[in-house]
């Protein structure tokens, strides 16, 4: 997962519509967010990984990725989870680009599907969920 995605639609997000979003417009923004976003996938994030679109509605924004080499019956939602949750934490409550969602209170979610495009488990991050978070790595 490149650190520069995140930026990439927090950037979208924040340059488009600023830190000061009135409430009522958000849901707009954050489809425009995505809209922009989208323009730029599919994208390559690394060997395993491909960042397929972006969604952005409900409070919510979501990036939905498709992990090109694993089928669903070789990795479980709890599997996956376990091995990216801390890291998508860390990375939407401590990166510089993200904290647009966070302060807007917008929930962040990942999406992964299989090759064969079945999912596998959305993790989100709520802004809550910062609380007390530093930087690692």
């Given amino acids: 997962f490149s650190n520069g995605i995140g930026q990439l639609a927090g950037r979208f997000f924040g340059d488009s519509f600023g830190t000061g979003v009135r409430e009522g417009k958000l849901d707009a ?8 976003l989208n323009q730029r996938l599919p994208m390559t994030v690394d060997a395993e990984t491909r960042l397929d679109s ?23 939602p709890a599997e996956l989870k376990a091995a990216m949750e801390e890291t998508l934490i860390n990375r939407v409550c401590t990166e510089q680009g ?6 807007q209170g917008v929930t962040v979610s990942y999406a ?3 090759k064969n495009g079945k999912e596998i488990a959305v ?6 969920q910062c609380a007390g978070v530093t930087r690692k790595g």
Avoid: H
């Fill in 29 to 36: 923004q954050l489809r425009e967010a995505a809209n922009l």
């Fill in 54 to 76: 972006s969604v952005g509605a409900d409070r919510r924004f979501i990036y939905k990725y498709t992990l090109v080499n694993v089928t669903a019956d070789m990795l479980t």
């Fill in 98 to 103: 993200m904290q647009v969602f966070v302060k």
């Fill in 112 to 114: 992964y599907a299989d």
């Fill in 123 to 128: 993790l989100s991050v709520a802004p809550g």
